[in-house]
């Protein structure tokens, strides 16, 4: 029996669906020879995001807007709420004895637990706050997070071999958007599930069960500012995408700048997310392992595909922790048109 949450609010009494704590537990239950390692790792995740969500709720008060000074590993000025993000994530995860070792955007090599905590069966990676350029003009941002077992044997540190896993071996993925309101959406492979949250109570609830994507939509989203430097085959399906057929209208153009609002958008009501190489990028920008690969594993699960112009990007076998990959990442149809217009 799924337990009803009953909030009193100015238009009465509204009643709520399960949380991401009992939807978590529910599928411990499920899951035969479960230890709760997973739950666990969930949960200090979740405590992370709230956190997080938390401080970007109220960047313009606190002093914790701007930039730190700093340039991080993929040379890009580093927020202080970056910074903030990154380290809360890490002091939420790594006191838990459920990960092996972690990485991030924001740190070049892999993060080992400290020695003073256990080691756990789970590789955590993450972008810990993804779009941080939309952080002082008040648009969405988003944390993005995969979950590996680990490879290397033994119950000791883990190790970069142990990031470098493909997207098909993911456990579980997700991404939380700070937006209008603040939503935890996650996939273990079966199906993929919103929770958003209720700040008054601190909860994140069930508001999107199962999430299936359009297979195919009527929206692009690509920085056009690129055209000059994209291969004629990206030109090719761009004008062609825009530009009315026969049997359909021209795609509409939606573009947030910030990867997790986009690919939350287009998620939500299908299209075409898409970030091409160019001659300033030859593997385009985002990069596989924090970015395009969780958010892939939760697009499949929701009915959608993800390419990096030739492959799946699921089944790329990562060779550098911070590495880039072109991504066309939404519905099935849209990406194959896509590929397939690039292609020629
Ligand atoms: P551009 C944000 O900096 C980011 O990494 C992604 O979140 C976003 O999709 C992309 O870069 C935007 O890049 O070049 O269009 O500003």
Redesign the pocket.
Known sequence: MRSEHLSIGPAGPTFYGQTLEQHLLERQRRASGATGDFTGLFQQISLASKIIGSQVSKAGLANILGLTGQVNVQG?EVQKLDVFANETIVRCVQQGGHVCVMGSEEVEEPIPVPPQYPTGKYVLQFDPL????NIDINASIGTIFSVHRRRTAGSGPGTLEDCLQPGRDIVAAGYVIYGSSNMFVYSTGDGAHGFTLDPAIGEYFLSHENLKIPERGRTYSV?EG?YHKWSPGVQRWVDWVKTPQTDRAAYKLRYI????A?FHRTLLTGGIFA?PPDTKNAQG??RLLY?AAPLAFVCEAAGGAASDGSRRILDIEPTQLHQRTPLYIGSRADVEDAVGVIAG
Do not use: P, Q, W
């Open positions: 890009e993804d779009g941080s350029g920085n690129n700048g910030a990867m997790v986009d970030y920008k985002l970015e």
